[in-house]
């Protein structure tokens, strides 16, 4: 299984930026999970994963880490990811 973390606050401009290219892709990748992980929040979640600066996207596949895509990008840099383990 593969999912997407994307690790966020409502308070972060990029956060909120990048919030309609993941719903974007969310109806492109119907197998891939994903989960919005609100870091004031969840705020342990984001430590164990080492989160230092937001946005973060952590893709997972069956529940090992393979890649990490830090700030605001565009949407075919996650497509592309995604297809990489999907």
Known sequence: MVTLKKFWSETCGPCNALAPTIEQIKNQFGSVMFQDININNDFETAR???????????????????????????????????????
């Not at 937001?54 to 605001?72: A, C, T």
């Open 48 to 86: 164990s994963y080492g989160v230092r600066s937001i946005p973060l996207v952590v893709i997972e596949k069956d529940g090992v880490e393979v890649d990490r895509i830090l700030g605001n990008q565009p949407a075919a840099t996650y497509i592309n990811k995604l297809n990489a383990v999907a």
